[in-house]
């Protein structure tokens, strides 16, 4: 069965340059939620999106922004980067309405140096 | 794979036991729990649910219990194998009108052969 895919899997960039992480949620899914989990930290809640509106918005730094596309893919933006924004960051998927089950994917481990 | 978890509370079990793994949540509001199994280097995995009017749900191998009055909750593994080995998280769902779920401290299940 289909997953939620992320790319990349794994990125390094430097202080103060750009990263896009990109999150393709499973088929006929049309909410797609962002997550960051810091080394031994619980996942964090960044923000979600459904049908390409923001429905929720977390503990997400004004330094990111992102983004449902017409096709339900999404995309985190993420600039001026810091060493604390190393983290695995998760994108789940699901299907709209309360209480349904939300689909991780393998996350994106990002690395700033 | 990256190791999820370097700090977390560690349960060690033998094989063929059964394990209890615990978890405080924060908000009375919540009305809506899940269990998640992260094994290193991979997104969580969604385990079993249950919602505020219940206060047990049985799955296969696993039981999930609910006590709303000291907002508590446990996940019981029966007869723990090698393959259960990994970080588990509880989260909870607040919000009412979507899915933004918050993660409690994750707990490492350690299964000795």
């Known amino acids: 069965a289909a997953g939620v895919i992320q790319s990349p899997r794994h990125l390094i960039k430097e202080k103060r340059e750009t990263a896009t992480l990109k999150c393709y949620p499973i088929p006929r899914h049309d909410t797609v939620y962002w997550y960051q989990q810091g080394p031994g930290q619980d996942p964090q809640f960044l923000i979600s999106?459904?049908?390409?509106?923001?429905?929720d918005k977390g503990s997400i730094p004004d330094r990111f922004s992102a983004q449902q596309f017409s096709d339900y893919h999404s995309e985190l933006n993420m600039s001026s980067l810091e060493l604390g924004d190393s983290a695995l960051y998760f994108c789940?998927?699901?299907?709209?309405?309360?209480?349904?089950?939300?689909?991780f994917g393998q996350g994106t481990r990002l690395t700033v140096v | 794979g990256e190791s999820v978890g370097l700090h977390l509370p560690t349960l060690s079990v033998q094989e063929g036991d059964n394990s209890i793994i615990n978890c405080a949540y924060s908000?009375?509001?919540?009305?809506?729990f899940i269990w998640y199994k992260q094994e290193s280097g991979k997104g969580p995995q969604f385990i079993i649910d249950?919602?505020?009017?219940?206060d047990k749900r049985q799955g296969q191998r696993v039981t999930v219990l609910l006590n709303k009055t000291v907002k508590h909750l446990s996940l019981q593994i029966a007869a723990t194998q090698p393959g259960d080995s990994a970080v588990y998280f509880c989260a909870e769902n607040s919000d009412g009108a979507g899915n933004m779920l918050t993660f409690g401290g994750g707990t490492r299940l350690m299964v000795k052969p």
């Open positions: 908000n009375s509001a919540s009305d809506y």
């Open positions: 999106f459904y049908e390409k509106m923001q429905s």
């Open positions: 789940a998927s699901s299907l709209a309405g309360v209480n349904t089950e939300a689909f």
């Open positions: 249950i919602r505020s009017n219940m």
